[in-house]
T-cell receptor, first 112, second 116 residues
Framework: DSGVTQTPKHLITATGQRVTLRCSPR?????VYWYQQSLDQGLQFLIQ???????AKGNILERFSAQQFPDLHSELNLSSLELGDSALYFC???????????FGQGTRLTVV | AQSVAQPEDQVNVAEGNPLTVKCTYS??????LFWYVQYPNRGLQFLLK??????LVKGSYGFEAEFNKSQTSFHLKKPSALVSDSALYFC??????????????FGTGTKLQVIP
């Protein structure tokens, strides 16, 4: 167990809908990272938050947004969902700008 | 730009035999190198990392990796494979001076199949 908790584990929703994925980082970790894992594109970095502030952006679509709350948990919001958004979404956390991050078990999103 | 290559999509090995999962990297400076394992329907689990020092790094579950600067490689090894080692293995790299973990680049993964 990495100590990173993601909910829900599975999510099935229709095109055009909006969903929220939740992540609780390891105790004491200030940085949270979101990744998308799809079959054709591998593991893609989406966005990082550090102690409540956005720190870095990767290949994140404008339809997607995230935030980190004062208790350090984070949410990834995906809107106007398309079939191609179906993927595994991972959250990872690290201490500060730590060298290693630890991953949650992921949320499998299926858009139908 | 940094990159990492895992040249084999799949590696098959008999139980009890040694295993190697290959990884080569490209960074402009010195690398931080990582191996992660992903079991079906699970997240990535950290196995080991190379930052500096001894070229042979030991990690979890009996795995080790050898850093070879001249060949820009960081192959994952285990002396005796177990069926339970069957999983997807990811190599990852970032330049030491590139910033934080968000700069890590992951390989495409190698599926390890250990045959009983």
């Amino acid at each position: 167990d990495s100590g990173v908790t993601q909910t829900p584990k599975h999510l099935i929703t229709a095109t055009g809908q909006r969903v929220t994925l939740r992540c609780s980082p390891r105790s004491g970790d200030l940085s949270v990272y979101w990744y998308q894992q799809s079959l054709d594109q591998g593991l893609q970095f989406l966005i990082q938050y550090y102690n409540g502030e956005e720190r870095a952006k990767g290949n994140i679509l404008e339809r997607f947004s995230a935030q980190q709350f004062p208790d350090l948990h984070s949410e990834l919001n995906l809107s106007s969902l398309e079939l191609g958004d179906s993927a595994l979404y991972f959250c990872a956390s690290s201490s500060g700008q730590g060298v290693v991050a630890f991953f949650g078990q992921g949320t499998r999103l299926t858009v139908v | 730009a940094q990159s990492v290559a895992q040249p084999e999509d799949q590696v098959n090995v008999a139980e009890g035999n040694p295993l190697t999962v290959k990884c080569t990297y490209s960074v402009s400076g010195n690398p931080y190198l990582f191996w992660y394992v992903q079991y079906p329907n699970r997240g990535l689990q950290f196995l080991l990392k190379y930052i500096t020092g001894d070229n042979l790094v030991k990690g979890s579950y009996g795995f080790e990796a050898e850093f070879n600067k001249s060949q820009t490689s960081f192959h994952l090894k285990k002396p005796s494979a177990l069926v339970s080692d069957s999983a997807l293995y990811f190599c990852a790299v970032r330049d030491v001076n590139s910033g934080g973990y968000q700069k890590v680049t992951f390989g495409t993964g190698t599926k390890l199949q250990v045959i009983p």
